[in-house]
DNA sequence: TAGGATTGTGTCAGAAAGTGTCATAAAGTG
DNA sequence: CACTTTATGACACTTTCTGACACAATCCTA
């Protein structure tokens, strides 16, 4: 696989751990474990880190000392976690699961480089 | 032969997997049995990874973290998966045959770069 | 700082989904 | 009609998914 692709209805276990699909497995094993979180509008989006590097990469002409520069940079750093997938599984912590208001179903969305975590009564919403 | 033409009925077995007529198969194997299904409005439309891969370079001038070009993205990844011919079959997911109603039997329609797949009764109502 | 609650981790067994292979049936060809 | 190719169904097997359990780390409060 060359991208996150295709939508997966996933479970999470009692401690708020989401099973990797095995197709997703293979390319964050490949590309490494490490991943940030982030909180977006009422879902979840992980960022391999690499691609999360890439997108900060983006940001670096904004300039720290400069007020409205750097409310944009704290929205951005502010929602962000890291977290790693572990035995296949990722844990996500209890702050991101509420944001998103996930439950034991999880959507979940391929987005060619990153994926998006979803409860499955909001994605259906956004959909229509 | 140098598109995909005409319409066959096939099997799928007790697993899910579709039996590649032997004049796609001879097409497949050539250009490479890296495909993406993509479920559409009732049926399924089966593209080789590089007519995949043309369709999705379309898409490149969206942004990511724009919302509306966001909800566009996502339902193009949404809808798609990877998959492959394997021993001449293909398997087709669960969540696929569900979101196309495929049952044993199966109607396949060559579309040259593409083809799709269908119930046969689906067809019959959309052809009328 | 001891005890308890909450959060996080590793592992495993059973169920479900996916894979390889082959025998036979059906269809196509000269 | 004899022969080749193609399609189908069946079987054994592997991988993946899920839920559960036991345990470790952390945090909070008495």
Redesign the pocket.
């Known amino acids: 696989m060359n991208g996150f692709l295709g939508t997966?209805?996933?479970?999470i276990?009692?401690?708020?751990?989401l099973?990797?699909?095995?197709?997703f497995?293979g390319l964050l094993e490949r590309d490494s474990p490490q991943l940030v979180m982030c909180v977006m509008d009422g879902f979840l989006i992980v960022f391999p880190q690499r691609e999360w590097a890439a997108n900060e990469e983006k940001l670096h002409h904004l300039n720290a000392f400069d007020k409205s520069d750097r409310n944009r940079l704290r929205e951005f750093y502010a929602r962000a976690t890291e977290c790693?997938m572990?035995?296949?599984?990722i844990?996500i912590?209890?702050a991101q699961r509420e944001a998103a208001g996930l439950k034991?179903e999880v959507t979940l969305v391929g987005m060619s480089k990153t994926f998006e975590l979803w409860a499955p009564d909001r994605l259906e919403k956004t959909s229509k």
């Open positions: 997966y209805s996933v479970s276990d009692d401690k708020g751990r099973n990797v699909p095995a197709k497995k790693e572990k035995s296949g599984k844990l912590p209890v034991k």
